[in-house]
């Protein structure tokens, strides 16, 4: 399995991003995608998932009421839908694949870069 996220770039806080993160392989219908984010001197930290088969989402706190998890067709990537952006928010995002919001992942694709300024 491979990931590749891609959308990141430079936004003005209360503005809006949409990640996309296309996966090649196959994922079990009990398969998870998930995002997660890491900022400099922090620690990598859950962001959003969806289970791919039921298409069940979880979110972290920090982002509930803004952002979005979502997918289409089988061979469609997967959305993060990201509102009202903060400064708080920028960050490297990664999808990866594994169990929901665990940090230890079994396939991760590269990160895009999400800037927000004030």
């Known amino acids: 399995v491979q990931l590749q996220a891609s959308g990141g770039g430079l936004v003005r806080a209360g503005g809006s991003l949409r990640l996309s993160c296309t996966v090649s392989?196959?994922?079990?219908?009990?398969?998870?995608i998930n995002w997660f984010r890491q900022a400099p001197g922090k620690e990598r930290e859950f962001v959003a998932g969806?289970?791919?088969?039921?298409?069940?989402?979880v979110y972290a706190d920090s982002v509930k009421g803004r952002f979005t998890i979502s997918r289409g067709s089988a061979k469609s990537p997967v959305y993060l839908q990201m509102n009202s952006l903060k400064p708080g928010d920028t960050a490297v995002y990664y999808c990866?694949?594994?169990?929901?919001?665990?940090?230890?992942?079994?396939?991760w694709g590269q990160g895009t870069q999400v800037t927000v300024s004030s």
């Open positions: 990866a694949t594994g169990e929901m919001a665990a940090l230890s992942q079994k396939y």
């Open positions: 392989g196959r994922i079990f219908s009990s398969g998870v």
């Open positions: 969806i289970r791919w088969g039921a298409g069940t989402t």
